[in-house]
């Protein structure tokens, strides 16, 4: 008699997994960096059928509390609390609009995530965003030059490529990036060329979106992931070298070499104020800033209201770019004590993959998710909280496997003959 592996009863723990569930899964994860595209472009109701097939999936008992679990309850309910309390300036029915989604999201998605989750539903969806995402980031490339796609072109030097904005197609191809290096440092040469032809593809993505939040979010990114997978300075140093070459490849290609620097430095001065031209200079961010502090400081503990209606700050259009000072300022107090639980989670599981040098690639992407929600509008969007929620709790593989080496009875890993 031979004992079964530890890689084995998870595998026999999951085979029974429905196949429907599991492609719903990976196909949503694949439309994750088109969403905003296909919803505006092709099919509106894009959120709400995602919604309503997790919703369907929990009903049917495809459903798995785990650690976390309590958390996103508790969270879902302190976020429809804040909708009923905020909205001294705004209406608290459009409010609760607002909340009920994202609160029926946190109680079923991670739930649902944690049933099917098992490895090769891990590689299988991170794949189908990878391949997606880098049809978008080529997109991006030919917008660069000029090219109109499916009605989608370069706005002021910016591609969107199929990802809806700018912003979004940089958070997109910088999560891929951070993926491939993920990848790189787990395997040894199976299918280093691909990946290195991926990365390279969603570098130039990135490049063609002007995006320095998104820079900054690629720059978090990876270090987790390095720092987590424990990368050498040989690899390291490749990784810059890499970088290097790639820069010097897209500076080449241009039809103008000399548009690579100037598309930035043009980044950099319309960011900082130099250039009046757009609504995302840090002199329009700033005012936004104040506006919403001085806002809270008068009433601290109710927001303006969750509402659409109440987004606007000084000029009642610009949006405050900050996920904790938006939270605070149009939910109120609880509202930011639910964004700051959800922040320790992702920094707990930060912790953990640090600690047993695991789940790099999902700590790396999570960190991402939230180092972007610093810099952008991250409030109530579907496609950043499905990235954020699948990041975490994939994040849990190693606890996972633990599980199972303790209802093993920590046995030796090949299998004993008894």
């Keep these: 008699m031979t004992l079964p592996t530890t890689d084995t009863f998870m595998r026999r723990q999951t085979s029974s997994r429905p196949v429907l569930g599991r492609w719903f899964l990976i196909a949503t994860c694949a439309l994750l960096p088109v969403h905003r595209f296909v919803e505006a472009q092709i099919f509106g109701g894009l959120t709400n059928l995602i919604l309503i097939a997790f919703v369907l999936l929990a009903i049917l008992g495809k459903f798995r509390l785990y650690k976390d679990s309590l958390v996103w309850v508790i969270s879902a309910f302190g976020i429809l609390l804040a909708s009923l309390l905020a909205g001294y300036s705004g209406s608290a029915i459009t409010g609760v609009r607002v909340a009920f989604p994202l609160a029926l999201s946190l109680i079923v998605v991670p739930q649902v995530l944690a049933y099917y989750s098992n490895p090769t539903l891990r590689s299988a969806s991170l794949k189908a965003f990878m391949y997606v995402q880098c049809v978008s980031a080529a997109v991006g490339l030919l917008q660069m030059q000029g090219a109109t796609i499916l009605g989608a072109s370069a706005n002021s030097g910016r591609s969107s490529g ?236 190693g606890d996972d496997r633990r599980s199972a080496d303790r209802t093993l009875g920590s046995q030796p890993r090949k299998g004993v003959a008894a």
């Excluded at 004590?337 to 040098?357: F, K, P």
Aim: proline residues 2%; charged residues 10%; hydrophobic residues 55%.
């Design 162 to 397: 199929l990802a809806g904005h700018p912003n979004v197609l940089g958070l997109m191809s910088s999560i891929v990036i951070i993926a491939c290096v993920g990848v790189l440092l787990s395997t040894r040469n199976r299918g280093k060329k691909i990946l290195l032809l991926v990365g390279l593809v969603n570098v130039g993505g990135l490049y063609s979106t002007g995006s320095l939040s998104s820079i900054i979010t690629l720059v978090v990114g990876l270090t987790v992931v390095l720092v987590c997978q424990r990368a050498t300075l040989k690899f390291v140093a490749g990784l810059i070298a890499a970088t290097c070459i790639s820069s010097v490849i897209f500076i080449l290609s241009d039809r103008n070499p000399f548009a690579f620097l100037s598309n930035l430095t043009y980044r950099l001065d319309v960011v900082t104020g130099k250039v009046d031209e757009g609504v995302a200079s840090l002199n329009i961010r700033f005012m936004a800033y104040e506006y919403a502090w001085a806002t809270i400081k008068s009433a601290p503990f109710l927001g303006v209201g969750m509402g659409p209606e109440s987004q606007g700050t000084y000029n009642g259009v610009s949006i405050v770019h900050n996920y904790l000072l938006r939270a605070w300022f149009q939910g109120g107090i609880l509202l930011l004590l639910v964004m700051l639980l959800v922040t320790l989670l992702v920094v707990r599981r930060l912790l953990y993959a640090i600690r047993h040098r695991q789940s790099g690639i999902a700590a790396g992407i999570s960190v991402a998710i939230l180092t972007f929600a610093l810099t952008s509008a991250f409030y109530n969007q579907q496609q950043y909280w499905l990235i954020l929620l699948f990041g975490l709790v994939f994040s849990h593989a």
